[in-house]
C-alpha cells in the first residue's frame, strides 16, 4: 500500500479538497441572520464564503488577518472555523457593526444565531478588529506570525469617489476617507497602494502559506478593465507566486442583468468576483 498523504495546509477530506480546486464557483448563500446589520455596507461578504476559504487556507486554531475588515464577513467566517482572527478597519461606523454583531449574536452548531432576549450565557468571544490605518498597524505585526491572509480590499477605485462622504459625516471621517484604497486617485495610484499592501502582507506572513484577495474587474468609459488580473501582477512584482484564481458569483444575492449597450454592443454585466490566490514562495 502506498503512503498516506498528509495534509499540510487544511483538515479537508480528499475530495473536499477537489471539489475546491474548480475554477468556477457558485455559491447560493442566502442572506444570513446577521445580515440586516451588515448591510449596511455596500460590499459585504458572506461569513458562510470566508468560512469556506479560511477552511481551505488553514488549519483549526491557526491566525488569519483581514487589514480591510469591512463589517467582519472574515471575522465571522473564522468565529464559524474555529479560527483565530484579526480585522482592521478605517471606519468606525464599520467597527460599530460588527461590534453590534459580536454582542447580540453566538456561534451554535456552525451558524450565527441570534442571542434570545433572556439567553444569559456569557457573550462568544469573536475575533479582534481595530480600528485603523492598516499602513500604520502592520508595523505593529511581527514577522511571519500569520498563517493566511484572506480579504476584500475597497477597490471601487472611481467608481463611488465619494467614499464616507455625506453632509453628516465628511467632518467625523475626512481623514479616514483620504486613506481609503477605494478613493484613490486613479487606477494606477490604486494599485500603488496595492503593492504597498502586498510588501506588508509578505512580511507577516509565514513562508508558504496564501495571501486571498477578492476583486471585481471593472468596465469604464466603455473599457473592461480586468482589475483582478492588475492586482495579481503587481502581488508577482512584491515576490508572490500567482497560483490561480476561482471566479466567484452568489446565486442568491446576485446583480440582476441591466441592458446595456442592448442592440448596440457589447457590455458585459459584471455578476462575478475573482478570488486571487497567491503564496509566498
Known amino acids: 500500500m502506498g503512503k498516506k ?8 477530506t480528499s475530495s473536499e ?5 474548480d475554477t468556477l464557483y457558485i455559491t447560493n448563500y442566502p442572506p444570513d441572520a446577521t445580515h440586516y446589520l451588515r448591510k449596511a455596507h455596500g460590499a459585504m461578504k458572506p461569513p458562510e464564503l470566508m468560512a469556506d476559504i479560511i477552511k481551505f487556507f488553514t488549519k483549526k486554531g491557526e491566525t488569519v488577518l483581514d487589514p480591510f475588515a469591512g463589517v467582519g464577513g472574515t471575522l465571522l467566517g473564522a468565529a464559524l472555523t474555529d479560527r483565530k482572527a484579526l480585522g482592521i478597519e478605517l471606519n468606525p461606523e464599520w467597527v460599530k457593526v460588527y461590534q453590534e454583531i459580536c454582542r447580540t449574536f453566538k456561534v451554535r452548531e456552525g451558524i450565527l444565531e441570534r442571542r434570545g432576549d433572556f439567553d444569559q450565557s456569557p457573550p462568544d468571544i469573536f475575533p479582534e478588529m ?12 511581527a514577522d511571519g506570525s500569520l498563517d493566511a491572509v484572506i ?20 467632518n467625523m471621517f475626512n481623514l479616514q476617507e483620504s486613506k481609503d484604497l477605494a478613493n484613490a486617485a486613479d487606477f494606477p495610484a490604486f494599485l500603488e497602494l496595492m503593492k504597498k499592501v502586498g510588501q506588508e502582507v509578505w512580511r507577516v506572513l509565514k513562508s508558504k502559506r496564501y495571501f ?3 476583486l471585481g474587474d471593472r468596465y469604464r468609459d466603455g473599457e473592461y478593465i480586468p482589475l483582478g488580473y492588475l492586482v495579481s501582477q503587481v502581488m508577482q512584482e512584491v515576490g508572490f507566486k500567482f ?3 476561482r471566479i466567484w458569483c452568489n446565486k442568491a444575492t446576485q446583480r440582476p442583468l441591466k441592458p446595456y449597450a ?4 457589447f457590455v458585459p454585466n459584471i455578476t462575478h468576483q475573482n478570488i486571487l490566490i497567491l503564496r509566498k514562495e
Not at 498523504?5 to 479537508?12: E, G, I, Q, S, V
Not at 476584500?152 to 463611488?160: A, I, L, N, R, V
Open 130 to 141: 481595530v480600528l485603523g490605518d492598516c499602513f500604520e498597524i502592520f508595523p505593529t505585526l
Open 212 to 214: 486571498v484577495m477578492i
Open 243 to 245: 497560483k490561480g484564481l
Open 5 to 12: 498523504l498528509t495534509n499540510r495546509l487544511n483538515d479537508l
Open 151 to 170: 480579504t476584500d480590499p475597497p477597490y471601487g477605485c472611481q467608481h463611488k469617489i465619494s467614499g464616507f462622504k455625506s453632509e453628516t459625516n465628511f
Open 17 to 21: 479538497w477537489l471539489y475546491w480546486t
Open 262 to 265: 442592448i442592440m448596440t454592443s
